[in-house]
């Protein structure tokens, strides 16, 4: 990455991907291939697409503040959680076919799509958000696994991490993606280490991507409140039908 149009062009792409990241998710799936063109070897594109995320997510968080979206402590409480799975995700290599993978993949995001769809109306009692008691420790539980798969990929972590958040904790789509970014963050710190400790980041990319993905990520989250949870819904399932399609056949 040499000349002054690879660098602009990341920094491009990084902006889309931090937007893409902070309303739905997915972003990697942009950012990934991207950098293994530019190239990267897949383990090296794999830990330099975490220094965008984390400082995108750092912005983010930052962003959804000054519109007073606040989710301490619960956010907290998972986030460790998942930092603990991310150590496992991050040092572990699957046997499994990376086809095949990806077509599993593929099959839950359009499980994800269909329940967004046709999630039934909730009542005055289902709107409540839950994030005590039971609710609390399988959450605590959930995104355990949840920060396995993100330390172990990353790509399309955001999809399950709604799913979870919306499902269990009655969660609006806009807290959601607060609390969201603030779990991804603080896992993603865990996993750049091990990345970096065994010699799979390239700091200079990863850098210049995260200045797209940072400011993306700044300008959607305020967006994204502005708007509702109408906006980031639609936003999500194109974005969940987009990433399943190129799972599936690409």
């Known amino acids: 990455m040499d000349s002054i149009v690879e660098i602009i062009g990341l920094i491009f792409i990084g902006f889309i991907a931090g937007g893409i990241n902070t309303i739905a998710g997915g972003g990697s799936l942009l950012t990934l291939p991207i950098l293994i063109f530019l190239g990267l070897p897949p383990n090296i594109a794999n830990g330099t697409n975490r220094i965008a995320i984390l400082f995108q ?51 839950i995001m359009v499980v994800i799509v269909f329940y967004m769809v046709f999630k039934p109306k909730t009542t005055v009692e289902g709107t409540l958000e839950k994030t005590t008691g039971k609710q609390l420790w399988l959450s605590i539980l959930l995104f355990f696994f949840v920060g396995i798969y993100g330390g172990f990929i990353q790509a399309g972590v955001g999809f399950i991490i709604l799913l979870v958040l919306s499902s269990v904790n009655n969660l609006s789509l806009v ?33 210049v991507l995260a200045i797209g993905n940072s400011v993306g990520g700044w300008f959607a989250s305020r967006w994204s409140v502005n708007k509702g949870d109408g906006l980031v819904r639609k936003f999500l399932i194109v974005m969940v039908i987009i990433m399943a399609i190129k799972l599936w056949f690409f």
Request: aromatic share 14%; no cysteine; net charge positive.
């Open 57 to 107: 997510n750092i912005f983010t968080t930052a962003g959804f503040k000054s519109k007073g979206v606040i989710t301490f402590p619960f956010s907290i409480y998972i986030a460790i959680s998942a930092l603990i799975g991310s150590l496992i995700g991050a040092q572990i290599a699957v046997d499994i076919k990376g086809e095949t993978f990806n077509k599993i993949l593929a099959i």
């Open 175 to 207: 807290k959601s993606n607060a609390v969201k970014v603030i779990v991804v963050l603080i896992y993603t710190f865990s996993a750049v280490v091990i990345f970096a400790y065994n010699g799979a980041i390239n700091w200079r990319m990863g850098l």
